[in-house]
Structure formats: structure tokens, C-alpha cells
């Protein structure tokens, strides 16, 4: 789940926080190995950082990529993910100031510093100088490649299937790269504290660039179930898998990948789970849907996860707003079926935002479970109908108004902001604004 005041909800604090700490293991670095008050020296540092700079988030990217077992020990996967976004776009920005330092570092620093005369350069010798111009040249080519990859995102025209295969070069540029970065850091610069780290990140991502290579993402995380029930509507698809009670603890709100042979693995959010079955409820539509409507029951499925940590929490004391989007509102259900025995000392109100409410086998389900509650009058359901299930900005304001102490949203990242926003005008505290994050590119 994000709390949108965290660090997560805010990827430019976390980035920038990494850059200043990247910058201040530089300045030590300076204290134990001083350089020569010339321009040449000070352009090559400048030049040096914001290639760490650079290679830090790098590496980070591939790291995460891979959904490493330990990733959730400090965060849930949903938050790393538009961590992961961010930071490729800052990396990205990062490569354009590296690839010009020395033109900016040549422009800007001689009018602000007086420097001494620099020395003539002696020209190195031995292995790394014969590597010296691979290095710089495939550093080029590569890092064009790379922007490109990243510029790929934006491009929503592209399939996710394709744009997630395109994204399989990028441990492949970064292994290139890494011939950059070892053979063009000085010697002295490997002793410093910046060094010893830019060392031993490089050596942990290029192990997860060939774990992503050799197909292994994600594997610790899998675990296989069968297919015991397959339900279709106009608008969604309802699965349901049986797994051993041994297989890892699966919760309504968290999420799971699942892995059709033959195809990539996608995330869903999980509507209902218990010790030995997960359900799944998606739209009717694209390409993954097509796919998975060609499972058999019986079918043997792979399963990856579970990731996230979306949990609806009940008003215990105070008045909450729960509000699901389309297919989102499946992250209603499984919440609700907890109040059936249990009583709220607050008072609950549930926005359902869809098209065609009459038509909705998922409202009229949603419902009946409302109707089984023991906390039933204190629970208000209001279904918002529209052509395009959208709400318009006076109603969110308006519903904003009665001062929510938490607010709960599972649907398109655009509505949730719009939620977020009014809330937060209409004195809601930002810490208790709750949302899926689910827009994973």
C-alpha cells in the first residue's frame, strides 16, 4: 500500500537524498585523495560524479528488475516499482549531463575558479589503455540504446509484451557498460569510499543482469497452483486457483504474477484468497485476458508472489471512505466479508465507480455481501453510474466535504490523484490517503 507522504510516494526525495550521499562520499574521497587545483582535474571529477551518479541508479534498476526475495523486507513491491519508473527517467536525464560533463564542466568552471596551469597528460600504458577505446566508443552506442529503451515507455502505443521483451537488453547494456566504468575509473579513484561501493554495486548487479538473462526473475517467488474455476462476463474474468497450504501465504490485496507458458508473467490483484485458493478477478479485455481465457480447469499454472501490501483496514472509531474504480473495486471484497461478523465503531462509506451498474455482476455481488454484514448500518454503498466511469471534480470535492478520517482507492492513478488532491485541500491528513498502485508503466 502507499501512503502517499512516504518516500516512496515521493521518488524524487529518495533519488535526490542517493545523489547527496553519492556527492558526499565524493568530497571524502577528495580529502583522502586530493587532485591538483587545475581545471583538467576538476573537470575529470566532475566528469567522474555524475558517471556514478549515473551507474548508481543503473544498477539499482537492474537490481530491482529482477524482484529479488529480499526487496520486501523494506518495502512492498508495488511502491519499488514506480520507484523503478522514476529512476529511469532520472538516470536517463543523468546520461545527457554525463556525455556532455566535460563541455559543461570546460563552460562553467574556468569562469567561476582560477586554476593553476595543468601539466602535460601522460599517456597510459598496459591492458586499459588498449581497452581505453572500445570503452568510450560502446559506452556511446549503448547508452543511445538504453535512452532509447527508456524512451519506449512513454510510447503507450507499444505492447506491454513487446515493451517488457525490449526491456530484456537492458542487463545486457549494462554488462557493456560495466567495461566502461572499470576500465575508465582511475586507480586512486577505486580506494576511495565512493569506489569501494561503485565496486561492489557493479559486481552484485552484473550476478542479477545474468540471473535476468538466464530467466530466473522472479523464480524464488513461485510457486505452482491449479486452475479449479473459470467464470466470464462481458466485462471480467473470474480465476480461481488452488495452491498447497505449504505455498506461500496469499492475501486479498496483495498481488501475484501469474505465468502462462509461452508468455510473460503479469500482475493481477488478488479479490479473495484463503490457505489453499486465490482469486482473481480482471477485466475482459487485451491481450492477457485473451491469454488466459484459453486456460483449461485443471490446468497446472506457475504463480509468482505474493507482492504489495494493499489492506483495507475497518472504521474502528472513525468514519473511513473506501472507493473502487472498474475492476478495482475487487479489492473491496474480500474486505467487506471480513465484517460479517465483526463490528465497526466508526461508520463506512463505499464509492463504487463504474459504467453500467445495472449490468455489473461485481456491484450486484458487492452488494450481497454488504447485506450479510453485522455492521450493515453503519456501512453506506453509493454506486457512481457514468458513461465513461469517471467522476467529476465538483462531486470528488463535494464528497470530500464530511472529512474522511482515512480514505481508501483501487482504480486509474489519474482519478486517484484527483481524489488525493481534494483531500488533502479539504484538511485530510496525507499519511492516511491509502492507494494500489497500479500502473506499472
Not at 568552471?109 to 586554476?115: D, I, V
Not at 595543468?118 to 599517456?123: C, F, S, V
Not at 506491454?160 to 586512486?188: D, E, G, T
Not at 565496486?199 to 522472479?218: P, Q, V
Request: glycine share 6%.
Amino acid at each position: 500500500m502507499i501512503k502517499l507522504k512516504t518516500l516512496y510516494a515521493h521518488p524524487l526525495q529518495a533519488i535526490g537524498f542517493l545523489l547527496l550521499v553519492l556527492t558526499f562520499l565524493h568530497f571524502i574521497g577528495l580529502k583522502i585523495e586530493p587532485v591538483s587545483f587545475t581545471a583538467r582535474a576538476y573537470i575529470g571529477e566532475f566528469e567522474f560524479l555524475t558517471g556514478i551518479w549515473c551507474w548508481t541508479l543503473a544498477s539499482l534498476l537492474i537490481i530491482s528488475a529482477t524482484r529479488p526475495s529480499f526487496i520486501e523486507k523494506f518495502g512492498s513491491l508495488d511502491q519499488y516499482y514506480r520507484l523503478h519508473k522514476i529512476t529511469g527517467y532520472c538516470c536517463a536525464a543523468l546520461t545527457f549531463i554525463h556525455i556532455f560533463s566535460k563541455e559543461i564542466g570546460i563552460a562553467v568552471l574556468p569562469a567561476l575558479l582560477s586554476f593553476e596551469p595543468a601539466q602535460p597528460k601522460i599517456k597510459g600504458t598496459g591492458i586499459t589503455s588498449l581497452l581505453r577505446p572500445f570503452a568510450i566508443d560502446s559506452s556511446l552506442i549503448v547508452a543511445v540504446i538504453a535512452l532509447i529503451l527508456i524512451a519506449a515507455t512513454l510510447c503507450l502505443f507499444i505492447r506491454y509484451r513487446f515493451w517488457l521483451k525490449m526491456h530484456r537488453l537492458f542487463p545486457l547494456c549494462y554488462i557493456i557498460l560495466a567495461v566502461h566504468v572499470f576500465v575508465l575509473m582511475k586507480a586512486n579513484q577505486w580506494v576511495t569510499p565512493l569506489g569501494i561501493f561503485t565496486a561492489l554495486l557493479t559486481i552484485i548487479s552484473i550476478f542479477y543482469c545474468f540471473k535476468s538473462l538466464l530467466g530466473f526473475t522472479g523464480k524464488s517467488h513461485c510457486f505452482n497452483s491449479c486452475l479449479t474455476e473459470k467464470s466470464l462476463s462481458d466485462k471480467y474474468l473470474k480465476l480461481t486457483f488452488t495452491k498447497s497450504p505449504s505455498a506461500p501465504k496469499v492475501t486479498a490485496g496483495n498481488f501475484i504474477f501469474i505465468r502462462k507458458q509461452g508468455e510473460n508473467p503479469h500482475p493481477y490483484t488478488v479479490a479473495v484468497a484463503d490457505d489453499t485458493t486465490i482469486t482473481v478477478i480482471i477485466r475482459n479485455k487485451g491481450y492477457f485476458a485473451e491469454q488466459l481465457k484459453k486456460l483449461n480447469i485443471k490446468d497446472k499454472v506457475l504463480l509468482e508472489g505474493p507482492y504489495g501490501s494493499f489492506f483495507l483496514e475497518p472504521p474502528w472509531h472513525q468514519s473511513s471512505l473506501w472507493i473502487g474504480q472498474g475492476v478495482g473495486m475487487t479489492a473491496l471484497f474480500s474486505a467487506v466479508s471480513k465484517l460479517v461478523n465483526s463490528k465497526i465503531g466508526g461508520s463506512l462509506h463505499i464509492l463504487i465507480l463504474t459504467r453500467d451498474a445495472d449490468h455489473d455482476n461485481l456491484v450486484a455481488e458487492l452488494k450481497q455481501n454488504i447485506d450479510k454484514t453485522a455492521a450493515k448500518s453503519k456501512i453506506t454503498l453509493k454506486i457512481h453510474d457514468s458513461l465513461n466511469g469517471r467522476i467529476s471534480q465538483q462531486e470528488i470535492d463535494s464528497l470530500m466535504r464530511q472529512r474522511y478520517s482515512s480514505v481508501y482507492f483501487c482504480g486509474d492513478a489519474k482519478v486517484r490523484d484527483l481524489f488525493f488532491k481534494s483531500y488533502v485541500r479539504q484538511g485530510g491528513i496525507k499519511q492516511n490517503f491509502y492507494s494500489e498502485h497500479c500502473l506499472w508503466r
